[in-house]
C-alpha cells in the first residue's frame, strides 16, 4: 500500500477491524522506504498504528471489565495461569505497540540502519500479536466447546 492510497482509507480507521488495521500495517511494510521518506507519509503510517492502538486498548479494557460469565470476554477473566499469562500480555503489547507509535514521528530522520531496525521491531510486534491472538482465539473456542456440552 502506498501512502496516497492510504490517504484514501484513512476516514475508514476508526471503523476498521483488526484484522484490516494488520494488513494495512502489513501491506506498508512490503515497501517501507516509501513510509518514512518524509514526515508526512510517517504521519499518515502513524496514524494506523494509533488507530491499532486504540483498538487494542478498547479490547484490554474489555477484558478488565468484563464480568458476566456468559460473555466470551470472561472466559480470560478465570483462574487459570494460561488466561492470567494472557491478560498480562495485553499490557506488554500495548507498551511495545505505543512505543512504536512515539517512534513514528521521528521515523523520517532515522539512518537507513535505524528504520531497518524500526521495521524489524514493527515485525516482530505483529508476530507476537498474531501469535496473542491465535491463543486466545483457541481459547475461547475450547471454553465454547466445553460449555456446549463437546469433550474436555
Request: hydrophobic share 40%; charged share 30%; net charge negative.
Amino acid at each position: 500500500m502506498t501512502p496516497a492510497a492510504l490517504e484514501e482509507r484513512l476516514d475508514v480507521l476508526p471503523h476498521a477491524s483488526t484484522s484490516e488495521l494488520m494488513e494495512m500495517v502489513e501491506s506498508a511494510l512490503e515497501s517501507p522506504n516509501r513510509w518514512f521518506e518524509d514526515r508526512p507519509s510517517a504521519k499518515r503510517f502513524k496514524q494506523v498504528l494509533d488507530a491499532l492502538h486504540a483498538k487494542l486498548r478498547r479490547h484490554h479494557a474489555t477484558e478488565l471489565l468484563a464480568d458476566d460469565p456468559e460473555q466470551p470476554s470472561a472466559i480470560m477473566n478465570s483462574t487459570d495461569p494460561q488466561a492470567a499469562r494472557l491478560n498480562a500480555e495485553h499490557s506488554t503489547l500495548l507498551g511495545l505497540l505505543g512505543r512504536l507509535c512515539e517512534q513514528c514521528y521521528t521515523v523520517a530522520t532515522f539512518t537507513a540502519h535505524e528504520q531497518e531496525l524500526f521495521v524489524l521491531r514493527l515485525r516482530e510486534f505483529l508476530a507476537i500479536f498474531r501469535r496473542h491472538k491465535a491463543e486466545e482465539d483457541l481459547r475461547y473456542y475450547q471454553t465454547v466447546w466445553r460449555e456446549v456440552g463437546g469433550e474436555g
